[in-house]
């Protein structure tokens, strides 16, 4: 996959602070790319740099090859994104906004507006104003304003705040859609881990500043071994087969039931020990770790406020 985004030993220091330190990472075209931390952890102040609201005070950001810093107009010519909220003209209506908004850009045409608004569901309501869209709506609008002039970056700043469960599905769907089949490379912010989990294919963890983790959602779920609950005849003799397999593997007892954590790989092993102790099984059943699990374990490792 071709690299669109690729971010180089940035940091950016306000009055004497260091708010970004080096971060460093790459988005493929393609791909979502989820961008979690801590509140305050510096994600909106990244992509206020992407899109360049503000500067760099280090380091680069290249979009499709083209420097943030040296060649800014280029660079951000392939770039749409909502930052924080998607502001219109409350007075005009959703089609007066986006021919608004087309006028910045050469070559957009009425045609493509229809097939824009299309494609994020707004035809029936296009040309009510906007002070009469919900919050979905108008998030909606937003992503068609960011769509109109064919970006291959998507860069969206907590595009599900303040929207219902069928809003959020939405949103979804049309960022899933716009990576899978218009290849672009989306970046998402947001604290809604849940939603991060099925949107998203891999994703940056920032910290204070600094990029602490990047990998696909199921290795960065399934990093430390998924926990198990097996249920057997004797606890006492399991937990002797376990410390003879395993010396440092976590677990505890519950009445009838083992609660150890392990590699799936580490599983029949496991059994095989229980078998031959003639350690009756009577259920093994998988816990899955969530994003939210994962997330917490790692920030709070890390001395981190669990505020997400």
Do not use: W
Request: glycine fraction near 8%; proline fraction near 3%.
């Amino acid at each position: 996959m071709e690299t669109l985004v690729q971010i180089e030993n940035v940091s950016k220091v306000i009055k004497g602070r260091t708010i970004i330190d080096s971060l460093s990472f790459k988005v493929n075209e393609g791909e979502v790319f989820g961008f979690l931390g801590p509140n305050g952890a510096g994600k909106t102040t990244t992509i206020r740099m992407m899109v360049g609201l503000i500067g760099i005070t280090s380091g680069d950001i290249k979009i499709l090859g083209s420097s943030i810093k040296t060649d800014f107009e280029k660079a951000v010519g392939h770039v749409g994104a909502i930052v924080e909220n998607p502001e219109m003209y409350k007075f005009m209506s959703g089609y007066q906004n986006l021919l608004h908004y087309a006028r910045m850009s050469q070559g957009i045409t009425k045609e493509k507006i229809a097939e824009t608004v299309g494609f994020v569901g707004l035809t029936d309501r296009i040309h009510d104003k906007v002070k009469t869209y919900s919050l979905g709506m108008r998030q909606r609008l937003g992503l068609a304003q960011c769509l109109l002039h064919d970006p291959k970056i998507l860069i969206l700043d907590e595009p599900t705040n303040g929207l219902d469960p069928a809003g959020i599905r939405e949103i979804r769907d049309h960022v899933r859609k716009l990576a899978r089949e218009k290849g672009m490379a989306v970046i998402v912010s947001s604290h809604l881990l849940s939603e991060m989990e099925m949107m998203c294919d891999r994703i940056g963890i920032i910290q204070n500043g600094k990029l602490i983790d990047v990998q696909s959602i199921t290795d960065f779920v399934q990093a430390d071994g998924s926990t198990y609950e097996i249920e057997v005849d004797s606890p006492e003799k399991a937990e002797a087969a376990l410390k003879s397999l395993y010396q440092e593997v976590p677990f505890q007892i519950n009445g009838n039931k083992m609660i150890v954590t392990l590699m799936k790989d580490d599983v029949p092993d496991l059994v095989k020990a229980f078998v031959h102790e003639d350690i009756r099984i009577f259920s093994i059943q998988e816990t899955l770790k969530t994003l939210e699990d994962r997330f917490l374990e790692v920030t709070t490792r890390k001395g981190e406020n669990l505020n997400v």
